[in-house]
Structure formats: structure tokens, C-alpha cells
């Protein structure tokens, strides 16, 4: 079975994306399932069961969903792997910047979309630098000018990932992203396998529930900003 992981920012298109690729992999008779991670709601397993799309969702809630996916991905492999399915795709809301759900040797893909401004790709981190491909979606809505703007920011962020414009209306590019994942190595496990960074190492006081300011209550890693201008 082949993974691939698709991270971005909210309401970039990935859902859009992943449906419109699916549907080209289907038309070459490949069975796909998705698991959808996110943070408090998801309302798009609505729409993956509207194209009759296997689809659960995980919901990380108070967690960082990051953290909650790393801990989630080999239970979801192995319902994939139940159900017999061909690719299995995961879908992160990328809600932390720091973070980023991509795993060594397993094929990444970040979504970004060009109404996100053009300093966006320089603020989204790992999650966009150390993905394989950025699929970058609403170019018919910006002028040609401001998709190949849009397009070199995200080349000096990530100058080794290939970046394909796919429209999540009409599903043009698609087929270009179905050709690539198609040409991913099988997996049986994740059991060993290496995120591709770090999560933030940070564990404080308030990840673990703490709720009232002041100094005495920043218990374990944090970081001040200096104000003072003191060395």
C-alpha cells in the first residue's frame, strides 16, 4: 500500500485537491481511503462520503494535532491496510506552523493557496519546506503576475520541492499529481520510520493545563522575549 501525507494551512483546498486526485486514481481502478486529522471540527468527511470515499476523522482537540497525527498514523495504516486499499492519503490541518506531519521516504505534499498573501510560504515552516511537492491552488482568482510572484516565494522557501497549480473546481493538474503519487514505493509499517523534524521542544506548564498568568505558574521549557534590550 502506499502513504502519502497532505498538509496546509485552513481552507487552502486540500480537501478539494485530494477528492479531484482521487477521482483520477480511481479512473485508473486504484482504491483509496483517507483519514482526516484535525483540530476541534472537521465538516469535510461530509464531502469525501458525498464521492463515496472511505473517510474517518481524528479530532486532536486539545492536543497539537501534529503531535496527535504522529501518534495516530500507524492505527491508521493499519485500517487501510484492512480494508485492502491501494493509497491510503492523510489529510492535517497544518493549524501549527512549527509543526509538520511529514515523514522520511513517505511522499509529502503541502497545499497553499495564492490569496494567502505573498510573505505566507516565508511563515508556514517545516510543514511547507520539507515537503516533496506544494500544490499551490486559486490561481484562476489572482492575475498571472501575482501566481509566478506567488510561485518564486515559495521557490526560496523550498527550492528542491516541485510545485504544481492545481484548480480545486475544476480539478485541472490533477491528473499531474495522480501520475506522481502513482509513483510512490509501497509501505507495510511505520514502526521505526523518522519524521522528517522535530516537533517544538516545548513542555510547559500550560500544555499541560495551566491556565493562570504569572511567573510562577512557567513551569518546564519556555521562552521570554527580551524587551529590555539587555544582553
Avoid at 105 to 133: E, H
Wanted: aromatic content about 6%; proline content about 4%.
Amino acid at each position: 500500500m502506499r502513504l502519502v501525507t497532505v498538509a496546509g494551512p485552513p481552507s487552502s483546498g486540500k480537501t478539494s485537491i485530494v477528492i479531484k486526485t482521487i477521482e483520477e486514481l480511481r479512473q485508473k481502478g486504484f482504491s483509496i481511503g483517507v483519514v482526516k486529522f484535525d483540530c476541534l471540527s472537521a465538516q469535510d468527511e461530509d464531502l469525501y462520503s458525498a464521492h463515496n470515499i472511505p473517510i474517518k476523522t481524528g479530532l486532536s482537540r486539545g492536543l497539537c494535532p501534529d503531535h496527535f497525527f504522529v501518534s495516530n498514523i500507524e492505527e491508521a495504516l493499519r485500517w487501510a491496510k484492512e480494508r485492502s486499499f491501494d493509497f491510503l492519503i492523510t489529510e492535517s490541518a497544518g493549524l501549527c506552523n512549527r509543526c509538520s506531519p511529514h515523514i522520511k521516504n513517505i511522499l509529502a505534499i503541502c497545499v497553499i493557496d495564492n490569496l494567502s498573501g505573498v510573505n505566507t510560504p516565508k511563515k508556514i515552516g517545516p510543514m511547507l519546506k520539507l515537503a516533496d511537492i506544494v500544490v499551490i491552488t486559486k490561481g484562476d482568482i489572482v492575475s498571472q503576475a501575482e501566481r509566478e510572484v506567488f510561485a518564486y516565494r515559495v521557490r526560496q522557501v523550498n527550492p528542491r520541492g516541485m510545485i504544481i497549480q492545481i484548480n480545486g473546481v475544476t480539478g485541472q493538474g490533477s491528473f499531474y499529481l495522480a501520475k506522481l503519487m502513482e509513483k510512490t514505493s509501497t509501505i507495510e509499517t511505520l514502526q521505526g520510520a523518522t519524521l522528517r523534524f522535530t516537533m517544538p521542544g516545548a513542555l510547559c506548564s500550560y500544555c499541560l493545563g495551566e491556565r493562570k498568568i504569572g511567573d510562577d505558574k512557567q513551569i518546564g521549557v519556555s521562552k521570554l522575549v527580551n524587551f529590555r534590550g539587555e544582553e
